[in-house]
């Protein structure tokens, strides 16, 4: 059984996405031992909901090296769903190949500092990019630059507003995520 520690910040449907994927079989032979989260948010109900351990490390200069105490040695899988803080480069370096993030853009555009959730999807509907996306890619120190595992690309349409790529998103990431996780952990082809 491979082991995944969920990093959460906001409302965990992709942290839900996972819990779900692993009991219906799409994510095989996984569990999710333990739930961070960097401030308060409905992510941690969803795993108290479930009878998954789940800690609230408040957001700060010491998240890092609080999370590292708390990251039992037999993970497998670090999984970022949802989570907005940055990590200090050593634990990157120290988990390095088993961390993992979700980003709502086709990175390597609209990536790097301040460019998470709404504030990505309204900087793609000022650009007026012809498509958006989701992108799944190793965590490294560099922010967003990790090598990517998975991503898929949808058409922006002139009636879309950053409310409705976020929509859009959230589905595209609902569907690559498991696949991505799978890949990493039990080496599935995509
Ligand atoms: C997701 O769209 C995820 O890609 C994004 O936050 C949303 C969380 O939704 N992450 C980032 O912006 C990270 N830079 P959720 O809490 O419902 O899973």
């Known amino acids: 059984m491979k082991n995944i520690v969920v990093l959460v910040s906001g409302s965990g449907t992709n942290l839900q996405r996972i819990i779900d994927t692993i009991d219906n079989g799409e994510i095989r032979n996984a569990k999710v031992t333990l739930v961070v989260a960097d401030r308060e948010c409905y992510g941690l109900e969803r795993a108290k909901n479930h009878h998954i351990e789940n800690i609230l490390i408040p957001r700060g200069k010491n998240f890092s090296s609080e999370l590292s105490k708390v ?101 595209i990431e609902y569907e690559i995520f498991p696949k991505a996780i799978n890949k990493v952990l039990n080496n599935v082809p995509i």
């Open 71 to 171: 990251i039992p040695e037999n993970t497998d899988l670090i999984v970022l769903a949802g989570f907005l803080s940055i990590l200090k480069p050593e634990l990157c370096e120290a988990w390095k190949g088993k961390i993992i993030n979700i980003h709502p853009a086709m990175l390597p555009k609209f990536g790097g500092k301040g460019m998470w959730g709404m504030n990505v999807h309204h900087a793609v509907i000022e650009a007026k990019e012809k498509e958006s996306g989701a992108t799944v890619h190793f965590v490294t120190s560099g922010i967003d630059e990790g090598e990517t595992i998975l991503q898929k690309c949808f058409e922006v349409t002139e009636n879309d507003t950053p409310e409705t790529l976020a929509e859009k998103v959230h589905q």
